[in-house]
């Protein structure tokens, strides 16, 4: 008598239905691959621009404002046009501002140095 052999029985129980084999998911592009990624090229390409067009409206701003004003600081009295009196507070308000951010960093670096030990 000749023996036919079984066929590989499936593990699942009849009652229950098939399992759908999961959708394969591409995966997500790395940075890298992106060819129109931003590089230091052209963001230095966009600052040259954003300062281009600072310096434009600086330069009207002084051409607009060329009448003399008398400017008092301490000991110094002189008449400077009104343009370059803003630009030299603007100035002096953003010197301040960097050392008062300046001294700001150092003192959180010290405090992150001290917490490390």
């Known amino acids: 008598m000749t023996h036919i052999p079984d066929e590989p029985r499936d593990p699942r129980p009849l009652d229950e239905p098939p ?13 890298d691959d992106d060819p129109l990624r ?6 230095f390409w966009a ?15 002084i051409a607009q404002n060329t009448r003399k004003t008398t400017v ?8 400077v046009p009104v343009a370059v009196a803003i630009l030299i507070a603007a100035l002096a308000g953003l010197f301040l501002a960097g050392l008062a951010g300046t001294l700001r960093i150092l ?3 010290r405090r992150i140095r001290r917490t490390r030990r």
């Open 19 to 31: 399992v759908e084999p999961t959708p394969r998911v591409e995966p997500t592009p790395r940075v």
């Open 38 to 43: 931003g590089s230091r090229t052209s963001g």
């Open 47 to 61: 600052a040259v621009v954003g300062l281009g067009v600072v310096l434009l409206l600086l330069i009207i701003f």
């Open 72 to 79: 008092s600081f301490l000991a110094w009295d002189g008449q």
């Open 107 to 109: 003192q959180l670096r």
